[in-house]
């Protein structure tokens, strides 16, 4: 029997995860998240899907050489076709950028009956993910930060429910109301702060009013982010 070790990354998603859930892993890679969740005792049963056949046939060796195999079922397949309606009541995608995290949901969506909470890790696009939470009947209920070998990475859960942000720059940084006392919500803001900058430098060569445009809605968005950057008070 081998003694799994996560990432930090995934450490934080498996801390989203709760007590005595049935998890779904979708593109499950090594299947290292649900069997650390089985040896810690942590849920019930878990499906590791894989589309891939290189990463189908890791995860299955995973699943056995961690003892695990009556627990977690390795599946090959493409998103979420690799459930049933109502086999588990947890989802986790994580590694994949928003926007094909949310090809995945939509494509799925007859599968999340009975799913009480996604826990979503994306690489990028985060703000499209947010809306299509929005718009299809989630509410982010944690947004939680985590810096792993020098990148921030941000992992979002939701649960079903009504919501709306009113302030669109909360689609793309998070909620703030849930992220303001994170202490790494700072560095997430400065980041957003730098590659505007970077932006409005190459803007500035640029001629023509649609140039001046959009950097006048940089800037805009630059003071933005730079009033939200004051109001942060870490715990």
Same mark, same amino acid.
């Given at each position: ?62 699943v056995e050489e @961690? ?69 299809n009947g989630w ?52 980041? @957003? ?16 009013? *649609?140039?001046?445009?959009?950097? *006048? ?8 982010? *730079? *009033? ?8």
């Amino acid at each position: 029997m081998i003694q799994l070790k996560l990432s930090k990354r995934l450490q934080q998603v498996a801390s989203l995860v709760p007590n005595g859930a049935t998890l779904a892993d979708i593109g499950s890679d090594h299947a290292y998240l649900p069997a650390y969740l089985i040896e810690e005792g942590r849920i019930r049963f878990a499906i590791a899907g894989e589309v891939n056949q290189g990463p189908y046939e890791t995860a299955k060796r995973t699943v056995e050489e @961690a003892g695990c195999s009556e627990r977690i079922r390795v599946r090959k397949g493409n998103g979420l076709e690799v459930l049933e309606a109502g086999e588990v009541n947890t989802v986790t995608i994580c590694g994949m950028g928003g926007g094909t995290i949310v090809d995945i949901l939509s494509r799925g969506k007859d599968k999340l009956t009975g799913v009480r909470q996604l826990v979503l890790q994306p690489m990028v696009d985060g703000d499209q993910l947010r809306r299509w939470l929005h718009a299809n009947g989630w509410r982010i209920a944690k947004e939680e930060l985590v810096v792993d070998e020098g990148i921030l990475y941000e992992i979002l859960k939701a649960e079903p429910g009504y919501e709306r942000y009113h302030d669109d720059l909360w689609y793309e940084v998070g909620s703030v109301e849930l992220l303001r006392h994170h202490p790494l919500f700072p560095d997430k803001l400065k980041a @957003a702060i730098g590659k505007i900058d970077r932006v409005l430098k190459s803007l500035r060569k640029a001629q023509g009013e *649609e140039a001046l445009q959009k950097q *006048e809605a940089l800037v805009q968005k630059k003071k933005r982010l *730079e *009033e939200v950057l004051r109001l942060c008070k870490p715990q």
